[in-house]
Nanobody, 115 residues
Framework: QVQIVESGGGLVQPGGSLRLSCTASGRIFSMYNMAWYRQPPGKERELVAGINSLARRNYADSVKGRFTISRVDAKNTMYLQMNSLKPEDTAVYYC?????????WGQGTQVTVSS
């Protein structure tokens, strides 16, 4: 069983920045494909960005050029650097870890972009 904990959410003004962190337990973190999802109020959960075990990245069109996903396997940690935040980025952000048939989710961290 993998335990996942997200942190770094909060309230930020439009145009501001936040960095989310996701830390996972276990000794094979480097083998997991990792991703950030978000669920805006009243909407479906959606993929924000992913980074696989080879550090290949993909992004939703809505965040390209503003968000950067990264991972430090030695720390069992993944990050999401979010710049130029917009009100439409307001959501609960979830960390996801996947390895073959195994899939784990964190509890989520709230990001609110508002003036």
């Amino acid at each position: 069983q993998v335990q996942i904990v997200e942190s770094g959410g909060g309230l930020v003004q439009p145009g501001g920045s936040l960095r989310l962190s996701c830390t996972a337990s276990g000794r094979i973190f480097s083998m997991y494909n990792m991703a950030w999802y978000r669920q805006p109020p009243g909407k479906e959960r959606e993929l924000v960005a992913g980074i696989n075990s080879l550090a290949r990245r993909n992004y939703a069109d809505s965040v390209k050029g503003r968000f950067t996903i990264s991972r430090v396997d030695a720390k069992n940690t993944m990050y999401l650097q979010m710049n130029s935040l917009k009100p439409e980025d307001t959501a609960v952000y979830y960390c996801n870890a996947k390895l073959r048939e195994l899939e784990y989710w964190g509890q989520g961290t709230q990001v609110t972009v508002s003036s």
